[in-house]
Nanobody, 123 residues
Framework: QVQLVESGGGLVQAGGSLRLSCAASGRTFRSYAMGWFRQAPGKEREFVATISVNGGTTLYADSVKGRFTISRDNAKNTVYLQMNSLKPEDTAVYYC????????????????WGQGTQVTVSS
């Protein structure tokens, strides 16, 4: 089982960009579909994006489509989330997660989670 560590969060002004990284330990990273989720204060955790094991399939929440891009580098055991045109409503703790599914959206399909990284977007 892989262990996941997110980085790249921080404070940014509305309209700005951030790139989150999620580094995985272990040699089985390329066997996992990877996803990003987020949880804003007082809200439930929600799906953001997912990517299949070879990167050929990506899916996005409607709220981030066209602004966020998920990608992965299996040689570096890392998955990324490029976030552009950030809005205050993107403020949340962002989590990466691993799944043995193809490119799932459901939180329950993900069995491995990172500790999260805070993203704060000021208006």
């Amino acid at each position: 089982q892989v262990q996941l560590v997110e980085s790249g969060g921080g404070l940014v002004q509305a309209g700005g960009s951030l790139r989150l990284s999620c580094a995985a330990s272990g040699r089985t990273f390329r066997s996992y579909a990877m996803g990003w989720f987020r949880q804003a204060p007082g809200k439930e955790r929600e799906f953001v994006a997912t990517i299949s094991v070879n990167g050929g399939t990506t899916l996005y929440a409607d709220s981030v489509k066209g602004r966020f891009t998920i990608s992965r580098d299996n040689a570096k055991n890392t998955v990324y989330l490029q976030m552009n045109s950030l809005k205050p409503e993107d403020t949340a703790v962002y989590y990466c997660a691993g799944s043995m599914g193809i490119a799932p959206r459901a939180e329950g399909a993900f069995g491995t989670w990172g500790q999260g990284t805070q993203v704060t977007v000021s208006s």
